[in-house]
């Protein structure tokens, strides 16, 4: 008897402890097959079209581990760890690239330490909202911005010729404060950890509010890139968006500036619909950017619409087929850039 009351006792408390700690594995897969026609026109004459497998064109593939442990009076442990896959070419993924972080939370807000996202990073996100699909691969309604390349498909230069912010800092430190009557605010810096007098750092920060059916918000963020030589090419960024759920429909859209140390800018300003039928999703984007010079003439301009629908075969399942166009062109009107791609896959969560 008295063994088993032990034994009683012994099994309460570990269930006590595991019921305080958690941890949760998770990922999403995402391949499709589809054409990819992007690059530079000269003399008239574009790039070639090149049909191939596409991985992340609805999603970004990644595979991720997260947890929380109650340390009590309201104080908790997280921590996360997110990595990319690669689905149509599996190739060397490094543990945490996209996310490396531990940190606590509780009423005071959360304090994160490591490798995440930047604060601004919530408010351009916001912006692309209402778009079906979040990877920056390969549709993504915004493509009048720069975009890395994905397998075979070279990197897109945007209006401007400047380079797109970045989501993620190394050796980050962010804030997020509670939300108060919606409100809420957010703040983040990344040690560049250069040796002076070069400088690296990535410093964000944003202001937000939430109520029922509208989210509202503004980021802000800087690029920090003094060369030892003291060569200046830090890069601003500057976000305002909002995003509003009609019901029958939901609507996202804002502008996007970036602008340089000569100082050259490009403005962007995006729209983009969700329209929700039963099992089906359907999605339009458009998006018109111009940059200028430092004397205030165009150096570039260019837009882009995109289109998708999505098929729900479960709640973790979709089918999609996605499409985006776009070109740009110079200060005489002659198109110098073009991107247009379209793809047909098959996204899981998990």
Same mark, same amino acid.
């Given at each position: 008897?008295?063994?088993?009351?032990?034994?009683?006792?012994?099994?309460?408390?570990?269930?006590?402890?595991?019921?305080?700690?958690?941890?949760?594995?998770?990922?999403?897969?995402?391949?499709?097959?589809?054409?990819?026609?992007?690059?530079?026109?000269?003399?008239?004459?574009?790039?070639?079209?090149?049909?191939?497998?596409?991985?992340?064109?609805?999603?970004? #593939?990644?595979?991720?581990?997260?947890?929380?442990?109650?340390?009590?009076?309201?104080?908790?442990?997280?921590?996360?760890?997110?990595?990319?896959?690669?689905?149509?070419?599996?190739?060397?993924?490094?543990?945490?690239?996209?996310?490396?972080?531990?940190?606590?939370?509780?009423?005071?807000?959360?304090?994160?330490?490591?490798?995440?996202?930047?604060?601004?990073?919530?408010?351009?996100?916001?912006?692309?909202?209402?778009?079906?699909?979040?990877?920056?691969?390969?549709?993504?309604?915004?493509?009048?911005?720069?975009?890395?390349?994905?397998?075979?498909?070279?990197?897109?230069?945007?209006?401007?010729?400047?380079?797109?912010?970045?989501?993620?800092?190394?050796?980050?430190?962010?804030?997020?404060?509670?939300?108060?009557?919606?409100? #809420?605010?957010?703040?983040?810096?990344?040690?560049?950890?250069?040796?002076?007098?070069?400088?690296?750092?990535?410093?964000?920060?944003?202001?937000?509010?939430?109520?029922?059916?509208?989210?509202?918000?503004?980021?802000?963020?800087?690029?920090?890139?003094?060369?030892?030589?003291?060569?200046?090419?830090?890069?601003?960024?500057?976000?305002?968006?909002?995003?509003?759920?009609?019901?029958?429909?939901?609507?996202?859209?804002?502008?996007?500036?970036?602008?340089?140390?000569?100082?050259?800018?490009?403005?962007?300003?995006?729209?983009?619909?969700?329209?929700?039928?039963?099992?089906?999703?359907?999605?339009?984007?458009?998006?018109?950017?111009?940059?200028?010079?430092?004397?205030?003439?165009?150096?570039?301009?260019?837009?882009?619409?995109?289109?998708?629908?999505?098929?729900?075969?479960?709640?973790?399942?979709?089918?999609?087929?996605?499409?985006?166009?776009?070109?740009?062109?110079?200060?005489?009107?002659?198109?110098?850039?073009?991107?247009?791609?379209?793809?047909?896959?098959?996204?899981?969560?998990?």
């Amino acid at each position: 008897m008295k063994k088993s009351l032990i034994a009683l006792a012994v099994l309460a408390a570990s269930g006590a402890a595991l019921a305080q700690s958690s941890v949760t594995i998770y990922g999403r897969l995402d391949a499709s097959v589809g054409s990819a026609k992007v690059g530079n026109i000269t003399g008239g004459v574009g790039p070639v079209s090149n049909t191939q497998m596409f991985n992340s064109g609805l999603t970004s #593939s990644r595979l991720g581990f997260r947890g929380v442990e109650d340390l009590g009076g309201g104080l908790k442990a997280i921590f996360a760890v997110e990595s990319d896959l690669v689905v149509d070419a599996p190739s060397t993924t490094s543990l945490g690239n996209r996310a490396a972080f531990v940190g606590l939370a509780g009423g005071f807000g959360t304090v994160k330490l490591g490798r995440h996202d930047t604060s601004f990073d919530d408010i351009r996100d916001l912006m692309l909202s209402q778009n079906i699909w979040d990877s920056a691969n390969l549709v993504p309604t915004e493509v009048t911005l720069a975009n890395t390349g994905n397998g075979s498909i070279p990197a897109f230069q945007g209006v401007g010729q400047l380079a797109d912010y970045g989501d993620r800092a190394n050796n980050q430190i962010r804030y997020e404060s509670p939300s108060f009557g919606g409100f #809420s605010a957010g703040v983040s810096y990344g040690f560049g950890e250069a040796t002076k007098p070069e400088k690296t750092d990535i410093t964000a920060f944003n202001l937000r509010y939430k109520a029922g059916s509208l989210d509202v918000g503004y980021g802000y963020q800087e690029n920090k890139a003094i060369s030892a030589a003291l060569v200046d090419t830090t890069r601003e960024y500057n976000t305002l968006a909002a995003a509003y759920n009609f019901g029958s429909f939901r609507l996202s859209g804002g502008w996007n500036q970036v602008k340089n140390q000569a100082p050259r800018k490009s403005d962007t300003y995006t729209i983009g619909a969700m329209v929700p039928v039963g099992a089906i999703e359907l999605s339009l984007g458009y998006s018109t950017a111009k940059a200028k010079n430092p004397n205030g003439s165009t150096f570039e301009k260019g837009d882009a619409f995109s289109a998708g629908v999505l098929y729900n075969l479960s709640k973790r399942t979709r089918l999609y087929g996605v499409l985006t166009t776009g070109d740009i062109e110079n200060s005489s009107g002659v198109k110098v850039r073009e991107r247009q791609i379209y793809a047909v896959g098959v996204a899981h969560a998990f």
